[in-house]
């Protein structure tokens, strides 16, 4: 076939082309309706899956962050019913207002049992912090070492809670062997939502 056959082909008259002629035109238009339609269709849809795929690691790393707190829910309820529970039973270990005078008669009765001489019983005011009010009292006995063990012990056992602070150890002058025990006692009581002391 020669270039001037080339130009005297007809488009009204495709069928009579020679065969490589037809052959080439048909792979020149499939390339064609294949370059369009990946320009058009295919390379759009593979720029939504690159972004899906990148959608789909971030989508499995927050789920099984998720899974891992799911996982925990029943262990971290049951750890909160707990620390209510002992929250609740601490709670109850803080006097009222009514039974802060029982606890005062309570911390000198041990002293009174562990056998020591008071010389001092005074308590203080109030002084309220975040969720509870402090009661301090002034404290100072007389007797020996295992005697404020006793009494210090008997306090601790209280069903109320008390703390000893500051506690400071001395002879009596001109008492031979006997102690002075000198120390704040605080007990505290619950402050309610109202801001009263339940």
Known sequence: MKVSDLNNLSLDNIGSWPIPVKVTCAVIVIAAIIGVGWWKDIDPLRLQLETE???EVDLKIAFE??????????????QLEDIKETFGDLLKRLPNKTEVA???????????????????????????????????????????????GTFISGISDLPRIVTSHEIRIAPVKEGG??????????????????????
Not at 177 to 194: C, H
């Open 177 to 198: 062997d006997r102690l002075s025990l000198e120390t704040t006692a605080k007990t505290y009581r619950y402050i309610d939502e109202e801001g009263e002391g339940s």
């Open 102 to 148: 029982e606890l005062l008669v309570d911390i000198s009765q041990q002293g009174l049992g562990a056998g020591l001489e008071f010389e001092l019983f005074k308590p203080g005011s109030e002084q309220p912090a975040d969720f509870y009010v402090e009661l301090p009292i002034q404290i100072k006995v007389i007797g020996d070492y295992h005697q404020f």
């Open 53 to 55: 795929r990148k959608n």
């Open 65 to 78: 962050a998720k899974q891992k707190k799911a996982a925990n829910l029943p262990a971290l309820k049951q």
